[in-house]
């Protein structure tokens, strides 16, 4: 999966969509207005960033479906206030993330929850509303979202250059359409995997705290992911995940530590054959969650996604 070249380089706000139209209908965007007891660290300068200051992270430390915190619970209800939806998730990332084997079959009804047969109620939680404010029928699993693209780095879903014309208006980034016309309660984001390839990691840290304080902003609580490690460059994807883990160690957010999930599986969960994406199961039923099942990524991804987002619904009620 190669990232697209300028992601390499990409300045956020530097290139616009000149073109680029909003659709008759579109919501406006409100600023929200958070209450102050919300975790809000100031973003440090693009160029600043000591690698040091995460060598202390050990990733199996963390569990891999996270604890809700009085600080998200707070970010939840500021986003119901101003109007964001509890039945709405949004997805951002890369091609982990815009893909048909992430979350999306569960629209279907037809999946196999093993022994996970109590997260058969946030399914149906989040399967009720439409995903988008407009004349859109799919719900948040069948909708792969405007700010997930194969391809993109961190950088990506913050560049107006990748918005959707046909959704986005003009200068607007992918996730800030995504989130204008979703109108999510909660963001589930992920971005590593061409991260490690092509993005230093001071700028990876600056355009993630960037994304992160964003979405808090519009009320919106970010589910951050630690993401699979790529076997070509193991100690870049430990460095990178770090910064992940501290991240939502700063903004108190919950952390879905997928990378540890992961770790047990056959080529930690990532398909030997491209050493990129996921591996799925021979019958690609990627929402069946019997053992066997579960030693494929996409399948364990889809599970502590569903678990997390219990949490959340259960922490917040």
């Known amino acids: 999966m190669p990232s697209p070249q300028p992601l390499k380089l990409t300045v956020l706000g530097l290139v616009l969509l000149l073109a680029a139209c909003s659709p008759a209908g579109a919501p406006s965007q409100t600023p929200a207005v958070l ?46 206030a101003r109007g964001n939806k509890p039945g709405v998730f949004s997805k951002l990332g890369d091609c982990m993330t815009e893909n048909p084997y992430f979350l999306v079959t569960f629209a279907d009804g037809d999946y196999d ?4 047969a109590s997260l058969a109620e946030v399914i149906d939680h989040f399967s009720q ?20 693209a194969s391809g993109f780095n961190i950088a990506g879903p913050l560049d107006a250059t990748w ?29 590593g995997t061409n991260d490690v390839a092509y993005t230093d990691p001071a700028t990876y840290n600056y355009f993630l705290r960037t ?45 879905i530590n997928l990378n540890r999930a992961l770790e047990p599986l056959p080529h930690q969960g990532v398909d030997p054959n491209d050493t990129i994406h996921l591996s799925v199961p021979a019958d ?14 996409f399948n364990m991804r889809n599970l502590v996604t569903l678990q997390a987002l219990a949490a959340v619904l259960e922490a917040v009620q």
């Open 35 to 80: 209450p102050p007891t919300l975790v809000s660290p100031p973003l440090p300068a693009l160029d600043t960033f000591d690698p040091a200051s995460v060598a202390g992270i050990d990733l199996a430390d963390y569990p891999i479906v996270p604890a809700i915190s009085a600080n998200a619970r707070a970010i939840y209800q500021a986003g119901l």
């Open 113 to 116: 929850l093993g022994e996970y």
């Open 129 to 148: 509303a439409p995903a988008r404010s407009a004349n859109w029928e799919l719900n948040s699993f069948a909708t792969l979202g405007l700010a997930a």
């Open 163 to 191: 918005a959707d014309p046909a959704w986005c208006q003009g200068g607007e980034s992918p996730a800030a359409c995504e989130y204008r016309w979703a109108q999510p309660s909660v963001a589930i984001i992920m971005f």
């Open 211 to 255: 994304l992160v304080a964003d979405t808090i902003d519009r009320g919106i609580l970010p589910l951050l992911n630690t993401f699979p490690t790529r076997p070509e460059d193991p100690e870049k994807s430990l460095l990178l995940n770090r910064i992940v883990v501290r991240v939502a160690e700063d903004y108190d957010i919950p952390l």
């Open 284 to 297: 690609q039923q990627v929402d069946d969650f019997t053992a066997d099942h579960l030693q494929s990524g």
